[in-house]
C-alpha cells in the first residue's frame, strides 16, 4: 500500500510538472507578446528556458530534501536523454538537415558543456563560485543568442523556424494568445510556477519512496525514472517540430536545452547550496554523457543531412549509456 503511494506522487507529481511547465511558457509568451516581443526572441528565451523549469524546481527541491546525487544524476540524465533518445528519436521521424550556423556557434558551447561537468567535479565539489561561474554562461550564451540573431538577416524559412519554435514549445500548454490580457498572462505565470513548485515536492518524494522501496540508488533514480519526467517538455516540443517537418528546429531546442540544464539549472542549484558528490563520484555518468555528446557532434557535422541510421545509432548509444551506469 505504501508503495501505491509512493507511485502515485510521482505520477501526479509528473502531471503536475507537465501542466505547470504548460501554464509558465504559455503566460509568459502571452505576455512577451503583448509587449511587442518578436517570436525569435520568445523561442529563443521564454521557451527554451520554460522547458527548463521542471529540472530547475526538481533539482531545488532535492537540495532542499539533501538529495544532491538526485540533483547531479537528474541533470546528467536528462542531459544524456536530450542528446541521444531526444535527438536520434527525432531523426529517425524526420532527418534534418544540419545547419552550418550551429555548428559554428552552438556546437563548441555545447562540448565545452559537457566537459565542463567533470572538470568542475573533479574536487568532488560544485561550489557557490562555480555555480556563478555556470549561471554567468546561461546569461552570457542568451545575450549573445540574442544579439547575434538580432543581426542576421532573417530568410522566409528562418522566419518560419522562430515561429515555429515557439509554436513546438507551447503546444503542450496550450497556443499563446497576441491580444492576451498582461493580467491574465501574469496569473498564467504565476499559477504555473505554483504548479512546478507543488508537482517538484510530489515528484521527488515519490521518487525516492519508489526507489528506496526496490531499492534504487537516488543516483540511478535522477539518471532515469526522474532525469525522463522532467524531460517531457523537451521530448514533446522536440518530437513536434519533428512531425511538422522541423528537423533543424529540433537538432536547435535539443542542443539549447542542454547548455541551459548545465548552466542555467545546475548554476542556480550550486549557487543556492554548493554540491557535495561525496566518497563515490560519479564518473560513468559524466564521461557517458562526454561520449554521447561527442557522439551527437560527429553525426551533426558539416551542413549535411543526418540519416536515420545515425539517429538509429544514437538511441542505442543511450541504451548503453543506461547501462553502463547501472551495472558500474
Known amino acids: ?32 507578446r503583448a509587449f511587442g516581443v518578436k517570436a525569435l526572441v520568445i523561442g529563443l528565451t521564454v521557451v527554451a528556458y520554460g ?26 540524465g536528462s542531459c544524456a536523454l536530450n542528446i541521444s533518445f531526444i535527438l536520434g528519436l527525432a531523426v529517425l521521424i524526420a532527418p534534418p538537415v544540419v545547419d552550418g550556423r550551429i555548428i559554428r556557434r552552438e556546437v563548441p558551447i555545447l562540448l565545452g558543456s559537457a566537459v565542463a561537468l567533470p572538470v568542475l567535479l573533479a574536487d568532488g565539489e560544485l561550489s557557490r563560485i562555480e555555480g556563478a561561474f ?3 554562461c546561461a546569461i552570457a550564451f542568451t545575450l549573445i543568442t540574442l544579439f547575434v540573431a538580432s543581426r542576421e538577416h532573417m530568410s522566409d524559412e528562418d522566419a518560419e523556424n522562430a515561429a515555429a519554435a515557439e509554436n ?16 491574465i498572462a501574469i496569473i498564467q505565470a504565476v499559477i504555473g510556477i505554483a504548479l512546478l513548485v507543488t508537482g517538484s515536492h510530489l515528484f521527488v518524494v515519490g521518487a525516492r519512496g519508489v526507489g528506496g522501496y526496490y531499492g ?27 512531425i511538422r517537418g522541423q528537423g533543424s528546429l529540433a537538432v536547435g531546442s535539443v542542443i539549447g536545452s542542454n547548455l541551459l540544464n ?3 539549472v545546475l548554476g542556480i542549484v550550486a549557487y543556492l547550496h554548493p554540491i557535495h558528490v561525496g566518497d563515490r563520484m560519479h564518473v560513468i555518468d559524466l564521461v557517458g554523457l562526454v561520449a554521447l555528446t561527442l557522439l551527437a557532434i560527429l553525426f551533426l557535422r558539416g551542413s549535411r543531412r543526418m540519416t ?12 548503453g549509456f543506461l547501462a553502463a551506469v547501472a551495472w558500474l
Do not use: C, D, W
Not at 522547458?51 to 546528467?76: C, D, F, H, K, M
Open 1 to 32: 500500500m505504501l508503495l501505491f503511494f509512493h507511485a502515485l506522487r510521482l505520477a501526479v507529481g509528473t502531471i503536475i510538472l507537465f501542466a505547470g511547465a504548460g501554464l509558465l511558457v504559455r503566460g509568459s509568451a502571452s505576455l512577451a
Open 51 to 76: 522547458t527548463s523549469a521542471p529540472e530547475l524546481a526538481v533539482a531545488t527541491e532535492a537540495t532542499i530534501r539533501n538529495a544532491q546525487p538526485l540533483v547531479l544524476g537528474t541533470i546528467v
Open 134 to 136: 555556470l549561471l554567468a
Open 168 to 183: 513546438a514549445g507551447v503546444s503542450y500548454g496550450g497556443r499563446a494568445r497576441a491580444k492576451a490580457s498582461r493580467p
Open 216 to 242: 534504487v540508488s537516488e543516483r540511478m533514480l535522477g539518471v532515469t525514472v526522474i532525469a525522463f519526467g522532467t524531460a517531457l517538455p523537451e521530448l514533446i516540443g522536440t518530437l513536434i517540430a519533428a
Open 262 to 264: 548545465v548552466f542555467l
Open 308 to 319: 536515420r541510421v545515425e539517429g538509429a545509432i544514437m538511441i542505442l548509444a543511450y541504451g
